[in-house]
């Protein structure tokens, strides 16, 4: 069974940092893409960012280039998305999400149980 | 950027009745088109993907059609378990930007 466990959330104020991880089990991690994707409170969904199963492609959306990074760790099963800068309108949960395929051209088949990053002076 | 509009953006019906949801494109993206469905405080799922084939484990009263610009969602008996908001996401190339949802109401 296809598992991801999201972790690192909290309540931040503007500027600060964190970093939020996700854990995979239950597949070959190394063979998919992965991605993240927000819902703040209320509202739809938003894709965040994407990469590649071998991480030599990576995609973010424009309200977070050049602050979030993506990142995975094929030997560890783990995915992550280091938060710099971080805004109000960066509250949501965030969710850790698998590909179909190893590319990024793909739906999304399998979630995680989000993670809440709240961010509020 | 490719805008990705859903309508409507909410609709009541009753248990039986024939749901259908619309998703456009601004920009043609051939088939690279997913359904997902969100129910309240859940995680959201993968209905269709490649604009009409079923995932595995979706009942076969959900299906999807359309490319290019033009795509739907369909369940031809909506059950009380359908309550949800259902997103599109184009996924043909960055952003893969998700529609603003439909959220699924029994009347």
């Known amino acids: 069974e296809v598992q991801l466990l999201e972790s690192g959330g909290g309540l931040l104020q503007p500027g600060e940092s964190l970093r939020l991880s996700c854990a995979a089990s239950?597949?070959?991690?190394?063979?998919?893409?992965m991605n993240w994707v927000r819902q703040a409170p209320g509202k739809g969904l938003e894709w965040v960012a994407s990469?590649?199963?071998?991480?030599?492609?990576?995609y973010y959306s424009d309200s977070v280039k050049g602050r979030f990074t993506i990142s995975r760790d094929n030997s560890n099963d783990t995915l992550d998305l280091q938060m710099t800068s971080l805004r109000v309108d960066d509250t949501a949960v965030y969710y850790c999400?698998?590909?179909?395929?190893?590319?990024?051209?793909?739906?999304?088949?399998?979630w995680g149980q989000g993670n809440l990053v709240t961010v509020s002076s | 950027d490719i805008q990705m509009t859903q309508s409507p953006s909410s609709l009541s019906l009753s248990v039986g009745d024939r749901v259908t949801i619309t998703c456009r494109a601004s920009?043609?993206?051939?088939?690279?088109l997913a359904w997902y469905q969100q129910k309240p405080g859940k995680v959201p799922k993968l209905l269709i993907y490649a604009g009409s084939t079923l995932q595995s484990g979706v009942p076969s009263r959900f299906s999807g059609s359309g490319s290019g610009t033009d795509f739907t969602l369909t369940i031809t008996s909506l059950q009380p378990e359908d309550v949800a908001t259902y997103y599109c996401?184009?996924?043909?190339?960055?952003?893969?930007?998700f529609g603003g949802g439909t959220r699924v109401e029994i009347k």
């Open positions: 999400a698998k590909a179909r395929s190893a590319t990024v051209v793909a739906a999304l088949n399998a």
């Open positions: 996401q184009r996924y043909n190339g960055d952003p893969f930007t």
């Open positions: 239950g597949f070959a991690f190394k063979n998919y893409a």
């Open positions: 990469i590649s199963d071998n991480a030599a492609v990576t």
């Open positions: 920009q043609g993206i051939s088939k690279y």
